[in-house]
């Protein structure tokens, strides 16, 4: 539901895993935070400066992830997937403790921070949330990507489209309320990529911690993991969560309803950006009542975990 006021946890949770580009072993604990002060990271590997926002102005990088600079140069990556769980479990305010450069790709989907988080205790803080409420359509292209958002009554929705050449993942379409909808298949989809494609990413530096473990690989018509797909359509609900993570970095839970055609990390962060420049499409509210709605179903069938 979209309650009225901010919330954090009770009590630190911690997660451990492996940095999908990185390869290397990732710890984070996430901690309580106060009233106003949003989801920040902090590097304990860092001595000084070591505070990085998770805010739209700090992305520097949107290569196959999210990666978040602040101005000392200290970075964290990967985080659209721990973020995105954050907003599905109604988390305002989180400080991240982070001991390397990258959050920890855990399955490749949100699924492993939801479990945990869902079953915390949550406190309610006593300063109001603050929502972007869209009043007038905007729009932002990039070739023959594009990405709008438009009024859309108290939710957030989304409806995104992938086309691929790849037979297997093809066209996808999903559209997905995250007040109404039950978000059980979003959360379980796994990042993916194309076999054909993993020499060139590992060429640059990247995916050197990727595996089936964490991530759907397709070699023309199959998927390489076992057990398949978890869903139908998990390859644009994979890009739905992804979405969602990038969105958060807008400071604000949105009432509004995008769409978007072929979008990623990259043209998310560039609608931000352009969407904040022109401010008589959207007013910052604040509720006065819950309207009653419906997320994930918190009993909802344990799927295996391979990392």
Do not use: W
């Amino acid at each position: 539901m979209n309650k009225i006021f901010e919330t954090t946890l009770i009590k630190p949770l911690s997660f451990k895993g492996i940095g999908l580009h990185s390869g290397l072993s990732s710890e984070i604990k996430i901690f309580p935070s106060k009233s106003g002060s949003g989801i920040s990271f902090k590097r304990t590997d860092v001595e000084k400066n070591n505070i990085v926002q998770a805010n739209y102005k700090k992305v520097t990088s949107s290569k196959l992830c999210t990666t978040l600079e602040n101005d000392y140069g200290v970075k964290v990556s990967t985080v659209e997937h721990l973020l995105a769980a954050l907003y599905i479990a109604e988390i305002d305010n989180a400080l991240i403790e982070i001991n390397t450069e990258e959050v920890p790709i855990m399955d490749g989907s949100a699924k492993n921070f939801i479990d945990v988080i869902k079953n915390s205790e949550v406190k309610t803080l006593p300063i109001k949330r603050k929502f972007l409420k869209v009043i007038n359509k905007f729009e932002f292209k990039e070739g023959k990507r594009k990405i709008s958002i438009e009024p859309n009554d108290d939710t957030f929705h989304v409806e995104f489209e992938l086309d691929y050449e790849n037979k297997l993942i093809g066209k996808q379409k999903n559209n997905v309320d995250f007040q109404k909808d039950n978000l059980n298949e979003i959360i379980e989809s796994r990042t993916f990529c194309l076999y054909e494609d993993i020499k060139k990413i590992k060429k640059i530096g990247l995916a050197k911690g990727g595996s089936l473990e964490n991530a759907i690989v397709v070699d023309k018509n199959k998927v390489l993991n076992e057990g398949g797909l978890r869903n139908q359509k998990e390859f644009v609900n994979h890009k739905i969560l992804d979405l969602a993570g990038d969105f958060v970095l807008s400071g604000h839970r949105i009432i509004g309803k995008v769409k978007c055609h072929q979008g990623g990390h990259e043209l998310s962060n560039l609608f931000l950006k352009n969407l904040f420049l022109e401010n008589e499409n959207y007013n910052i509210i604040e509720l006065n009542n819950e309207r009653p709605t419906k997320l994930a179903d918190k009993n909802y069938t344990q799927l295996a975990v391979n990392a």
